[in-house]
C-alpha cells in the first residue's frame, strides 16, 4: 500500500483474470478507514486505454480525491495496454471485458458491491459498452464526450470521414501497438507522424499512409477507412463495435457530457437521445442526463480558441460528478433536483435548462441572391420570405486541390473562431440574415434543405452556420456534411441534375443579441475536417492529385426549388 496522504492508500497494479485467461491490470485507491471506516464502500470504475496512472487526469480530478471522499477507486487499463495482457482493438473487446470486471469488482473486499463508472472519450465508450452487457452491480455511468453509435458518432459525418481526428487519433493508439511488438522503425514513423497533425491529413491517398499499414501493427485504423458505409446485414462492422443497436439492453442511468466544439458533439447527443427513447426500463429513460457546455474535447473551461466564454463557462464537473455518484450508489438525493439538460448558450454565455431536446426546427429562413452570393461580398442574403419568382443560380467550383478549409483552419482546430477571411473567397456562398430585433435563441440541430446540382460523379456540400456580432466578428458556430454517396444511398444521385439535399447540421445553443445576424455558409468542403472528396468515381480514401477532377456546383432558389436554412428556435424569433 501506498500512502497518498489523508489516509488514502493507493495498491498498484490488481490482476483480474478474464474468462479467456487475460490478465487486466488496474490500480485501487482506497478511502481512509479514520474517516469511513475498513469498507466495503461504493466502487467507481474507469477503463482506459491510456496509462492508467494518467487516469484522464486531462478532465478530472486525480481518484486520489474521489477516495478522499468515501469511494474506492478502481483505474484499469484495458485489454492491451499498459500492463494488461491480450491484443487491442479498439472497441471489440470492452463490453464483455467491461462486464467481467463488474462481477470481479462486486466480490472484491473493498467493494459494497454498488459500482458506478466514469470518463470521457474512449472511457466514455468502454461504459456504454459494459452497461450494454447488462451486469449485476453496475448501477449508474457518466459517459462524456462519446458515441453510442460509432459510425455516425465519431468517424464519419453523413457519410464524410472525419478525417484530421480519425488519423490523428488512430496514429495516437498504433503508437502504443507497435512499441507492444518492439516495431522500433514503424514506432518511429507513427512517432513522426503524430507529431505533425497537417501531415497526417495531407497525405494521398490517405489509405495508403505508411504509418498505419505495417501488416505487423492492429487492422483497426485501416478498418475505420475501409467501412466508409453504413453498415448493412451482411456487413455488420460497425454495429458490432458500438451499442445503436442495443440501447435497449442499459437499464440503468447515465450523465452524459457534450461540448459544443467537440469532435463527438454529435454522437454524446445522439447517445442520451437513444437511451431517454430506448433504454430498457421506464426508469432508465426517465433518469438520462445531458450537459451540453461550450468546450472542445480538451480542455474543459472558460476560454475556446481565442475567445473568453465568461465565468459561467467553468463547470465543477469533478463535483458534479460527486452529486452524481452520491445520489445513485449512497442514495443521498442530491442529484434530485437537477433539470434532464442544461446547456450553454454561446453568445449570452450563461446556462439554461430543458426538459426534452427539441425535435422540430420550426423557423425557415430561404435562400436569396441575384446570381452572386459567392464571399460575403456577394449578394446572397436569408429571409422568411419564400421565393416566390425565378432567381438565379449560384455558382461556385470546387478544387480538391485548392479545398475551403475547416471552421478552425488548416489544422483542424475547433471553436468560435472568426470566419470573416474564409469568407471572402469565391469558392463559397454566403447568405446573410438580417440582424434581430430582439434577443433571439436557438437550441436545437439546425438542417439545410438545399436544392443543388453538380457536374462531379461523386460530390459534397457543406453548410456552416455562423454568428455575426455587433463589432463584425464572425463567429463559428456548428458545420454540417454530407456525401453523395451516402445521401443518395442505393442509388438515385444523378449528375447536373438538380436534386434535393436535405441534411443536419450539428447542434448547437446560442443566443443572438439585438444586431447580430446570422450567415450561412454553402462549400463542398471543410479540409482537413474532413476528408475531400475527388468529385470522380474513386473513392475518397484512394484518391490522390493524378484523379482529382474540379467540378460545377449551382445552388438554386426559385419559387420550384425553395432552398433554406430550418433553424430550432427557443421561443419567439425576432426577425
Known amino acids: 500500500?501506498?500512502?497518498?496522504?489523508?489516509?488514502?492508500?493507493?495498491?498498484?497494479?490488481?490482476?483480474?483474470?478474464?474468462?479467456?485467461?487475460?490478465?487486466?491490470?488496474?490500480?485501487?485507491?482506497?478511502?481512509?478507514?479514520?474517516?469511513?471506516?475498513?469498507?466495503?464502500?461504493?466502487?467507481?470504475?474507469?477503463?482506459?486505454?491510456?496509462?492508467?496512472?494518467?487516469?484522464?487526469?486531462?478532465?478530472?480530478?486525480?481518484?486520489?480525491?474521489?477516495?478522499?471522499?468515501?469511494?474506492?477507486?478502481?483505474?484499469?487499463?484495458?485489454?492491451?495496454r499498459g500492463e494488461s495482457g491480450g491484443d487491442f482493438y479498439a472497441f471489440r473487446h470492452e463490453g464483455r471485458d467491461g462486464a467481467e470486471t463488474i462481477a470481479w469488482l462486486r466480490n472484491h473486499p473493498a467493494s459494497n458491491g454498488r459500482i458506478g463508472m466514469y470518463g470521457f472519450s474512449y472511457q466514455g465508450l468502454t461504459?456504454?459498452?459494459?452497461?450494454?452487457?447488462?451486469?449485476?452491480?453496475?448501477?449508474?455511468?457518466?459517459?462524456?464526450?462519446?458515441?453510442?453509435?460509432?459510425?455516425?458518432?465519431?468517424?464519419?459525418?453523413?457519410?464524410?470521414?472525419?478525417?484530421?481526428?480519425?488519423?490523428?487519433?488512430?496514429i495516437?493508439?498504433?503508437?502504443?501497438?507497435?512499441?507492444?511488438?518492439?516495431?522500433?522503425?514503424?514506432?518511429?514513423q507513427l512517432e513522426a507522424a503524430w507529431a505533425n497533425g497537417r501531415s497526417q491529413s495531407s497525405f494521398v491517398p490517405y489509405a495508403e499512409h505508411p504509418a498505419i499499414n505495417d501488416p505487423e501493427l492492429p487492422s483497426y485504423v485501416r478498418d475505420w477507412i475501409s467501412h466508409h458505409e453504413p453498415d448493412t446485414d451482411r456487413n455488420p462492422f460497425w454495429s458490432d463495435l458500438d451499442i445503436s443497436n442495443r440501447t435497449h439492453r442499459i437499464r440503468i442511468p447515465a450523465l452524459h457530457i457534450s461540448g459544443w466544439y467537440d469532435a463527438y458533439l454529435e454522437g454524446t447527443i445522439r447517445g442520451y437521445l437513444a437511451l431517454r427513447k430506448g433504454a430498457g426500463t421506464a426508469f432508465a429513460r426517465d433518469h438520462q442526463y445531458l450537459l451540453a457546455g461550450p468546450w472542445v474535447h480538451i480542455p474543459w473551461g472558460d476560454r475556446v480558441g481565442d475567445r473568453y466564454l465568461g465565468p459561467d463557462a467553468v463547470v465543477d464537473t469533478d463535483s458534479l460528478l460527486l452529486r452524481w455518484f452520491n445520489h445513485w450508489l449512497r442514495d443521498s438525493g442530491e442529484f434530485t433536483d437537477e433539470p434532464r439538460i442544461s446547456h450553454f448558450a454561446l453568445g449570452a454565455n450563461e446556462w439554461y435548462a430543458a426538459n426534452e431536446w427539441p425535435t422540430e426546427a420550426p423557423l425557415s429562413l430561404y435562400l436569396h441572391s441575384d446570381g452572386n452570393a459567392n464571399s460575403s461580398k456577394g449578394d446572397g442574403s436569408l429571409s422568411?420570405?419564400?421565393?416566390?419568382?425565378?432567381?438565379?443560380?449560384?455558382?461556385?467550383?470546387?478544387?480538391?486541390?485548392?479545398?475551403?478549409?475547416?471552421?478552425?483552419?488548416?489544422?483542424?482546430?475547433?471553436?468560435?473562431?472568426?470566419?470573416?477571411?474564409?469568407?471572402?473567397?469565391?469558392?463559397?456562398?454566403?447568405?446573410?440574415?438580417?440582424?434581430?430585433?430582439?434577443?433571439?435563441?436557438?437550441?436545437?440541430?439546425?438542417?439545410?434543405?438545399?436544392?443543388?446540382?453538380?457536374?462531379?460523379?461523386?460530390?459534397?456540400?457543406?453548410?456552416?452556420?455562423?454568428?455575426?456580432?455587433?463589432?463584425?466578428?464572425?463567429?463559428?458556430?456548428?458545420?454540417?456534411?454530407?456525401?453523395?454517396?451516402w445521401l443518395f444511398l442505393g442509388g438515385g444521385y444523378l449528375p447536373d441534375a438538380i436534386q434535393c439535399w436535405r441534411f443536419t447540421l450539428e447542434p448547437t445553443s446560442?443566443?443572438?443579441?439585438?444586431?447580430?445576424?446570422?450567415?450561412?455558409?454553402?462549400?463542398?468542403?471543410?479540409?482537413?475536417?474532413?476528408?475531400?472528396?475527388?468529385?470522380?468515381?474513386?473513392?475518397?480514401?484512394?484518391?490522390?492529385?493524378?484523379?482529382?477532377?474540379?467540378?460545377?456546383?449551382?445552388?438554386?432558389?426559385?419559387?420550384?426549388?425553395?432552398?433554406?436554412?430550418?433553424?430550432?428556435?427557443?421561443?419567439?424569433?425576432?426577425?
Not at 25 to 31: A, I, K, L
Not at 68 to 75: A, L, M, N, P, S
Not at 385 to 408: H, K, M, N, T, W
Open 384 to 485: 422568411m420570405a419564400r421565393p416566390l419568382q425565378d432567381e438565379p443560380r449560384d455558382i461556385f467550383v470546387y478544387d480538391p486541390e485548392v479545398p475551403v478549409l475547416s471552421p478552425g483552419g488548416p489544422q483542424s482546430l475547433s471553436g468560435p473562431f472568426d470566419q470573416s477571411a474564409q469568407e471572402m473567397g469565391n469558392n463559397l456562398l454566403v447568405y446573410a440574415a438580417a440582424p434581430v430585433r430582439d434577443s433571439t435563441r436557438i437550441f436545437g440541430q439546425p438542417s439545410v434543405t438545399l436544392y443543388a446540382a453538380t457536374s462531379a460523379a461523386s460530390a459534397d456540400f457543406t453548410a456552416k452556420l455562423v454568428r455575426v456580432t455587433v463589432a463584425g466578428r464572425a463567429e463559428f458556430l456548428c458545420i454540417g456534411i454530407a456525401r453523395s454517396s
Open 172 to 188: 495516437q493508439m498504433l503508437r502504443e501497438d507497435a512499441r507492444r511488438r518492439n516495431l522500433r522503425g514503424t514506432n518511429s
Open 1 to 80: 500500500m501506498i500512502d497518498c496522504g489523508n489516509g488514502v492508500r493507493l495498491e498498484r497494479g490488481v490482476r483480474c483474470a478474464l474468462s479467456d485467461g487475460v490478465l487486466l491490470v488496474s490500480d485501487h485507491y482506497y478511502p481512509s478507514p479514520d474517516r469511513y471506516g475498513h469498507g466495503p464502500w461504493p466502487t467507481l470504475l474507469m477503463r482506459q486505454p491510456y496509462g492508467r496512472d494518467i487516469a484522464s487526469t486531462v478532465v478530472y480530478a486525480h481518484p486520489v480525491w474521489f477516495a478522499r471522499r468515501g469511494y474506492h477507486v478502481v483505474i484499469q487499463d484495458v485489454r492491451g
Open 127 to 170: 461504459q456504454l459498452l459494459a452497461a450494454a452487457e447488462d451486469p449485476e452491480g453496475l448501477v449508474c455511468i457518466a459517459p462524456h464526450m462519446t458515441a453510442a453509435d460509432l459510425y455516425n458518432g465519431w468517424f464519419y459525418h453523413q457519410g464524410v470521414l472525419r478525417l484530421s481526428a480519425t488519423l490523428g487519433w488512430g
Open 510 to 575: 446560442v443566443v443572438l443579441a439585438p444586431g447580430d445576424f446570422l450567415r450561412l455558409e454553402i462549400a463542398s468542403s471543410a479540409f482537413p475536417l474532413y476528408d475531400r472528396n475527388p468529385s470522380t468515381d474513386v473513392a475518397p480514401a484512394q484518391a490522390d492529385n493524378w484523379n482529382w477532377q474540379r467540378s460545377t456546383q449551382q445552388i438554386a432558389h426559385c419559387a420550384e426549388y425553395p432552398s433554406a436554412l430550418h433553424l430550432p428556435i427557443a421561443g419567439a424569433s425576432a426577425w
